[in-house]
T-cell receptor, first 112, second 115 residues
Framework: GNSVTQMEGPVTLSEEAFLTINCTYTATGYPSLFWYVQYPGEGLQLLLKATKADDKGSNKGFEATYRKETTSFHLEKGSVQVSDSAVYFCALSGDNFNKFYFGSGTKLNVKP | GAVVSQHPSRVICKSGTSVKIECRSLDFQATTMFWYRQFPKQSLMLMATSNEGSKATYEQGVEKDKFLINHASLTLSTLTVTSAHPEDSSFYIC???????????FGPGTRLTVL
């Protein structure tokens, strides 16, 4: 079946530190992979996506590469800002695109 | 583009009453809409999937008679929480997708508090 596992938080970093949030998946077929961000009290916003192996999704300084050999889609950012503080969700959609599977979410706290 | 709205953003109701939450796709036609529930500090739990003009498909453990979902048009789906109880208090999020896209576009969520 399909599932997503991501590192537990919270992750606390100082401003300008390097960020990695690990995400691994189990899937049948060829899933698409996503990172969503949720700010307090709000819904989910798409941060980046990758639809096939070796694709790199990027947005607002965040990057993630779809690694089929390690079934991973780790989120990285070279220099975090206080405004990046939020909860980050890794997700996959299966072949039929009709169902998303979310990881448990990782809360990021960035301190000035 | 691809904006999804939800109304209301917050609702407080008394135990035993029913509450309706609307989900609208503002600038595209949503062939499929999804309803999620999110508990504090937890991930999203898919409640049901609805396709326009047909009955919703509920996930295991979700009471279809309690959470009524209607997807009457390509831009509107509603979730009605019937005879609400305090344990129904939660953050409800909808999303929408099109027939040709693998992506889901999420609404901003509705905070339901049942007293």
């Amino acid at each position: 079946g399909n599932s997503v596992t991501q590192m537990e938080g919270p992750v606390t970093l100082s401003e300008e530190a390097f960020l990695t949030i690990n995400c691994t998946y189990t899937a049948t077929g060829y899933p698409s992979l996503f990172w969503y961000v949720q700010y307090p009290g709000e819904g989910l916003q798409l941060l980046l996506k990758a639809t096939k192996a070796d694709d790199k999704g990027s947005n607002k300084g965040f990057e993630a590469t779809y690694r089929k050999e390690t079934t991973s889609f780790h989120l990285e950012k070279g220099s975090v800002q206080v405004s990046d503080s939020a909860v980050y969700f890794c997700a996959l959609s299966g072949d039929n695109f009709n169902k998303f599977y979310f990881g448990s979410g990782t809360k990021l706290n960035v301190k000035p | 583009g691809a904006v999804v709205s939800q109304h209301p953003s917050r609702v407080i109701c008394k135990s035993g009453t029913s509450v309706k939450i609307e989900c609208r796709s503002l600038d595209f036609q949503a062939t499929t809409m999804f309803w999620y529930r999110q508990f504090p500090k937890q991930s999203l739990m898919l409640m049901a999937t609805s396709n326009e003009g047909s009955k919703a498909t509920y996930e295991q453990g979700v009471e279809k008679d309690k959470f009524l979902i209607n997807h009457a048009s390509l831009t509107l789906s509603t979730l009605t929480v019937t005879s609400a109880h305090p344990e129904d208090s939660s953050f409800y999020i909808c999303s929408a997708s099109t027939a040709t896209s693998y992506e889901q576009f999420f609404g901003p969520g509705t905070r339901l508090t049942v007293l």
